[in-house]
């Protein structure tokens, strides 16, 4: 991947290994704000602490220097029982959509439960909290919008950013998951509403890494919006104009990055979430250089995809340079999972990564990219322009290439067609199908449709969750490639070794970690990821594995390096439980 930022910045143009070794110092994860007090198992004094707690539901006191007063009994307020009450409560709503309301009402009114709640019901929130609901939540944005959760800055700020950012009221900010909101999964330009995006994503960079709430800080560019149904809506919460474009965006975009930097320093992780194509790759390349930063469409969907494929060799054998890839989408998923399978395979063989690229073949809105149509293509499609006779359709590419492996970035559902996945199981003992577009709605094709149309040989995992299928008296467990198993254990790792940053082989060792929490049971269920309820521990492993290779490669400022990078990762997680008082 850093070999594709090369030629977008081009000849002479840095890498992010050319670094001076004196450019930071220190690192690591600072407890500014006595968040993880909580876990510590000695008592506090309730007047110690200097501001009351109302989101504490063991007792719920108001408090002064000399004294407190405890409004509710506290058999009624353990927040065990608390949980069990809310979970009830989410349980009894019939749309997702008003599950997540109360969910981001909870989060704003009880941070702390919040947290327990999703931690200790990952599984079944997770889809809450995140894709698929959070699509609907973004299209709906407007209409259920109460408070603003996160930072939005306009085109109306500019000249003065850097201001906004100390308008923000904590200071000492690890992780910014950042959009514009042009392209909200597969939905398309949702402008300001996209903001759900950058606050569901750091949920889960809590709840699953276990990075500090007080250090994560959701932002929305708002620099337009070219989707004229919500230029016309009452209710939209941005900027009535088209989107800025040109000189106007990239001055607006440098003056933010400049400021996020002289703000919070070099050691913030910039997430880079949900930009059009046009723009995500050129941010990753101009700023991979200067700024510790991340894109989880482009990088972190590799990364878990990568992991689903090195898993995947355990139930067909072999590996991965055995393998024929075909993409349907070339956008920044497609391109980046395969760019990263690519240098894995070259990692794995010591081939030059322009060989290893001529195993993966991507089909975009006008076929098959070949040889042929190499001028008229855009510069991140261009290393997969391969000869060939130009081809039409996915079909025509599946009998033409015969793969082994079937992947859907499309953001289009239902492309997998009945044809594609038979033809694909004619010559495949096991074809694996992956369709990771998001949300729900916008799947290549489901689960169902995958088991029976490959009677049940399929080797298969989407975007989007789906429940499970029988096929032929036998249950078929498909895998979620989410992204949510690899960005928060990622993050973590980059914060916590004090990285300055991000290299491929700091995604590779992403991949490489979470491949090894399946277990021999995920197989024989035919699942190529582990379950979500372990998903911190898995966070805990990604998170040492990316800090060892920040080490490796002299990225990391911590000092001295942690001798068990595991315990340290999980002795840095933040842990929703409530202080005991004396």
Request: glycine residues 8%; contains cysteine; aromatic residues 10%.
């Amino acid at each position: 991947m850093e070999s594709t930022m090369k030629e977008i910045r081009g000849d002479g143009a840095p890498c992010v290994l050319d670094m001076d070794d004196a450019a930071t110092v220190g690192g690591g994860v600072e407890d500014t704000y006595g968040e993880d007090r909580a876990t510590e198992e000695q008592l506090v004094t309730p007047w110690t602490v200097s501001v009351a707690r109302f989101d504490d539901p063991q007792y719920f006191c108001v408090m002064n220097q000399f004294e407190y007063v405890c409004l509710y009994d506290l058999n009624v307020l353990l927040y065990r029982h608390q949980e069990r009450k809310i979970m009830n409560n989410i349980r009894q709503y019939q749309l997702p959509l008003q599950k997540y309301m109360a969910l981001m009402d909870l989060q704003e009114g009880n941070e702390r439960l919040f947290y327990k709640l999703l931690i200790d019901n990952v599984e079944e929130l997770l889809p809450i909290v995140y894709t698929p609901t959070v699509g609907e939540a973004c299209q709906k944005y407007g209409s259920i919008f109460s408070r603003p959760q996160g930072l939005y800055i306009s085109l109306k700020e500019k000249g003065k950013i850097l201001e906004v950012l100390k308008n923000w009221p904590e200071r000492s900010i690890q992780v910014i998951v950042v959009t514009d909101g042009e392209r909200i999964l597969g939905l398309g330009d949702l402008g300001c509403q996209g903001m759900g995006i950058p606050v569901g994503k750091l949920a889960l960079y809590t709840a699953l890494g276990g990075v500090r709430p007080s250090a994560c800080l959701p932002i929305t560019l708002d620099v337009g919006t070219n989707n004229e149904e919500l230029l016309n809506d009452e209710f939209y919460i941005g900027l009535r104009q088209r989107r800025a474009t040109g000189q106007e965006y990239a001055e607006f975009l440098q003056e933010f990055m400049s400021a996020v930097k002289q703000n919070y320093g070099e050691k913030v992780l910039i997430q880079f979430e949900d930009f059009a194509n046009h723009n995500a790759f050129d941010l990753l390349a101009k700023y991979g250089t200067t700024h510790l930063v991340f894109n989880d469409d482009i990088q972190g969907t590799a990364s878990v995809v990568l992991a689903g494929l090195v898993a995947a060799q355990k139930l067909i054998s072999g590996t991965l340079a055995d393998h024929k890839y075909l993409f349907l989408g070339a956008g920044e998923a497609g391109t980046g999972i395969a760019e990263l399978i690519a240098l894995e395979i070259s990692r794995q063989t010591k081939a030059p990564i322009e060989e290893c690229r001529k195993k993966i073949w991507l089909v975009d809105s006008k076929g098959l990219i070949v040889s042929s149509r190499k001028e008229s293509l855009q510069h991140f499609k261009k290393p997969w322009a391969h000869d060939h006779e130009p081809v039409g359709s996915l079909l025509d590419a599946v009998h033409a290439i015969k793969p082994t492996v079937l992947i859907g970035t499309s953001g289009k559902g239902q492309t997998f067609t009945q044809d594609v996945v038979e033809a694909m199981s004619s010559f495949n003992e096991k074809p694996i199908i992956l369709a990771l577009s998001n949300p729900t709605s916008q799947s290549e094709c489901t689960a169902e449709q995958a088991y029976s149309w490959s009677k049940g040989r399929a080797v298969f995992a989407t975007g989007s969750p789906f429940d499970p299928v029988e096929y032929d008296g036998k249950i078929h467990v498909p895998g979620q490639a989410n992204n949510a198993y690899i960005f928060p254990g990622f993050g973590l790792g980059v914060v916590m070794s004090g990285a300055i940053r991000v290299h491929d082989n700091m995604l590779l060792a992403a991949s490489e970690a979470l491949a090894q929490q399946v277990t021999e049971e995920n197989f024989e269920k035919g699942l190529i990821y582990p379950p979500f309820s372990n998903i911190r521990k898995i966070s805990a492993h990604i998170a040492a594995n990316v800090a060892a290779k920040a080490y490796e490669l002299g990225l990391a400022t911590r000092r001295p390096r942690p001798k068990d990078l595991v315990k340290y990762a999980e002795s840095c997680m933040y842990s929703p439980v409530y202080r005991n008082y004396r």
